[in-house]
Every structure is written in C-alpha cells, then in structure tokens.
C-alpha cells in the first residue's frame, strides 16, 4: 500500500512526468513505490547499508529495467554519483538516517544533494519527539519506547538516527540554495505493530550489553512499555503521536 506521504508527493508532482529519478536513502517502501511510478525513464537509488540494498534488490528485483541502478555507497564519497543531474530527487527519511551513517553530515548532505536536483527534490522526515512536557500518556509512551531503543542501540555500540524537525530543514534547504515550494505535517497514528518493531529492535541489541545486570533490567522495561504500549494503542485506536512531513523543493 502506497503511504500518504507518497501520494502527497504524486499530487504535487501532477501532470509533470518523472523523468530520471534518484532515491538519494532507498528502503523497500520507497524502492516499490519509485519503481512503480509511470513516467520515469531510470531509477537510481543509494543506500549506504549493504542489507538495505539487498532488501530491496529482493522486493523491486523484477521492475528493474536495464538502465535502473541501485548502489551501495555513502554520500560523504564525492565521486558517488558525482556529475550526475536527476529530474527528481527524492530523500525519503533520510536525514533522519544520516547521523547512522555519516554523524554531522546532515547539513553537507543538503549542499551536496543540490546540483544534482534538475527540477525537484522531496523530502520526507520525522518531527523529533517533543522535549520536556509531554500533551498526555500516549506521547509519552511513544517518547519513552524511542529512547529507549536509542539507548540499546548505543550500549550495544551503535549510532541512533536523529529527526530533524521541518523547520530545521527548511531553512537549512533554502541556505543551500533551494527554493521551497510546499511544506506539509502528517498526524502519526502508531499501531502495536509498531510499538512492537521499534522494541523489538531494542530487544536485539540487548547481548550485545557487555553489562549483563543492566541488559536483564532494560529487557524487564522493554516487555513492561511494550504492555503499556499495546493497551493504549488498544484503547485509543492507535497513538496519536507526533507528525511526519513532506518538503518539495526546487533549485533556486
Ligand atoms: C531510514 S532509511 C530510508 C527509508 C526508506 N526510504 C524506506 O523506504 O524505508 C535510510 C536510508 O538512507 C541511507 N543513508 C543514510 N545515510 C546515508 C549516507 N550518508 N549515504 C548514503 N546513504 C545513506 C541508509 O543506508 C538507508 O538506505
């Protein structure tokens, strides 16, 4: 099922065809979405994770045509698609990933995204969770369950995303030289399926705790949040939580 975001960015789009495309942070979500879409004439995607590539290479294996590429490279390299211009650009939770694979580029990766971006380029991200006081039980349950996923993911050596809110990176686009031409937030609604994916991944990281005292208590706050956070997603169809958004720009 395509996401609301995806379709926002179709009804931006309209009748413009796609042309070349560049899915600058691909996953499966939007490789089938991308590699879907009628009028592009070749489909180049980037991930820096080698399982990334091969979860999607799984799912799009049979759309691909001769002259789609998908990549593994980091866009700290600058002879990684260097010289290249793509109609659309597409940046789908990327900025948020960054800080996994390249920490402090945020910013660079802007600039460095801009001559490539021949007409559009859209971006997608996640509002960080609200700091201090929270509106009520479901935003801090969501809150809670985030960090705690980024505290395994450290104690187990790893380096957490990080959200950006969209103001951030609709200023941080214009100082790179482009100009914004839509900016929306989406309400989240979280389902137990997703309080279960976000600790399960905390669940994963937990041998990789050389402390194994501490790693048998965060495994008893995982499975107790992930209670908490089943009986209110039951009793308020859902947590409604926070916003996603979509950023459409285009070279100044
Ligand atoms: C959260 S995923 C994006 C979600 C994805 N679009 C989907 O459909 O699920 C982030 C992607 O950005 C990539 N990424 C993050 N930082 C990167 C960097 N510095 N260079 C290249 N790719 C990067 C990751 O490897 C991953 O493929």
Redesign the pocket.
């Known amino acids: 099922m395509v996401s609301g975001l995806f379709r926002y960015i179709e009804t931006l789009q309209g009748q413009e065809p796609w042309g070349s495309v560049l899915?600058?942070?691909?996953?499966?979500?939007?490789?089938?979405?991308m590699t879907a879409l009628p009028t592009t004439t070749r489909w180049t995607a980037?991930?820096?994770?080698p399982g990334?590539?091969r979860q999607v290479r799984e799912a799009v294996d049979a759309r691909l045509r001769l002259q789609d590429r998908l990549l593994v490279?980091?866009?700290?390299d600058p002879a990684?698609l260097e010289g290249e211009v793509h109609d659309v650009v597409?940046a789908?939770?990327?900025i948020?990933?960054?800080e996994?694979?390249?920490p402090y580029?945020q910013e660079d990766?802007l600039r460095r995204l801009k001559p490539m971006v021949g007409r559009r380029l859209y971006i997608t991200g996640l509002d960080p969770y609200v700091v201090g006081e929270v509106p009520d039980a479901a935003a801090r349950c969501v809150r809670e369950i985030g960090r705690l996923r980024d505290v395994c993911l450290l104690l187990a050596d790893e380096t957490p995303?990080r959200e950006f809110p969209a103001e951030w990176v609709r200023d941080r686009l214009m100082e790179a030289g482009f100009r914004i031409l839509s900016a929306k937030r989406f309400p989240n609604r979280y389902r137990a399926r997703w309080v279960d994916g976000q600790l399960d991944m905390a669940v994963r990281r937990l041998p990789k705790i050389a402390d194994r005292a501490l790693a048998e208590a965060l495994a008893g706050r995982i499975e107790a949040l992930r209670a908490e956070g089943h009986g209110l997603a039951k009793s308020g169809d859902g947590l409604h939580v926070g916003f996603d958004y979509v950023i459409a720009a285009e070279p100044a």
Request: hydrophobic share 55%; aromatic share 18%.
């Open positions: 899915d600058a942070g691909v996953g499966v979500n939007s490789a089938e979405w980037v991930t820096a994770a990334h590539a490279g980091n866009w700290m990684l597409l789908d939770y990327l948020g990933a960054v996994g694979f390249s580029f990766l995303y």
